[in-house]
């Protein structure tokens, strides 16, 4: 069942100092529903390694498992494999896990019950008493700080109307939080008349703390459906991407960037974003959500027309327009199938590519937001991306492209340029800064040159 803390539990666990001291190695990933075995073994390495997925990105499955044996073979290590679906995952990754008898492990989540080896043991976790869920309410809300006692009637009903599921009463907090306390009973009637089964319930919730949220942030929150469901999402670059899309409204006195931390701020106030890294002096550098307001983002954005997923069979690309504002072609789309989508939605404004392919980007004349870091250029600037001159956000990888053509200038709307790369030096014309509208220029190059 979804919404019980399975995850959370795992994770102390996974992060104890115990943990820590006793095992030599330990990596994690998160299944999900839709998977592949390169991505599974891209992910338990970077979690090894802590390098970046792009450097997996041209290594085979036969490959990517060899170099995960090798770095696993003779150290105990631990594995742990979140949102669990089907025994089919275990199966493609444990070939890849050697057994030398050393007192290793295998921790995993799942919402159902699934039968590894007989030796296995199943953790069940217990749903929250009545007593349990009021007293995580009051922590959530009001800290040490002494519960009102005229709210202690209202408050305990709600809380009993948790179902006695943590995530539930942690999304609750974030309403109450943001509500007025004469309008508790409101939000007691909203549960009470949600009559579903515990594992739609989450969702009823989602769906409640969705319609409490300020117009603005509405399509912040339902952008994380762009994203992988276990993926970090740097800040900045999200941040960035909400401004582009023009999310970010101006606010007299702050500059977008500002705006937009606090809307993100208050989304992790909520509970409906989690901060999964800090920045040394403070505030969030990376964020994710819970697996199941993930997929609330997801169901949500199509019921909206915001976002369609396209199941098919080479990669992930993510279009957004006027008309059709935000569509996902996932998980093995044909090529012939993204030029049909890119011939029906002309209009499109914008496209994040996750797969290595070129499919004729630069026909999309309307686009502002173009993501193209999973597509890398080798020898060649793409001099076709300066044939949109409506981009706003423009992200490339390049390797042994050290030069940026002067006529990039011509992007006289741009506002932001990620440029990833593996050469030592990048060299950027003077012209760049011609560009008025350019609030942002980042990249991986250790060192940036500038020329006439």
Known sequence: MAGLGKTTLANRVYNDPLILSYFHIRAQCTVAQVYSMHSLLVKLLCSISSRSPDEYLEMGENDLALKLYKLLKGNRYLIFLDDVWEIKAWNLVKSSLPNDANGSRILVTSRIQLQFKPDSKAYHLRHLTDNESWKLLQKKLFGKEGFPPTLGKVGSQIAKLCRGLPLTVVLIAGI??????????????????????????????????????????????????????????????LLWLWISEGFVQKTEGKRLEDVADDYLRDLVDRSLVMVSKQRSTGGAKACRLHDLVHEFCVKKAKEENLLHIVHGQSGRFILTGPSNPLRVCDQNTKNLMIWELMLEFPNVRSLLLFKEDDFGFWLLKLLRVLDLRKLVFRVHFPMEVLLLVHLRYLALCTRGVNFIPAAIANLSRLQTFLLRGNNADCFLPKTIWNIKTLRHLWTTNSAIFFFF
């Not at 508790?184 to 409640?208: G, N, P, Q, R």
């Open 176 to 237: 109450l939080a943001n509500t007025a306390e004469d309008c508790w009973e409101e939000v007691a009637k909203s549960l009470t008349s949600s009559i579903v089964l515990h594992d739609e319930y989450c969702m009823k919730t989602l769906e409640l703390s969705y319609n409490h949220l300020p117009d603005d942030l509405k399509p912040c929150l339902l952008y994380f459906g762009v994203f992988q469901e276990d993926e970090n999402v740097p800040v900045r670059r």
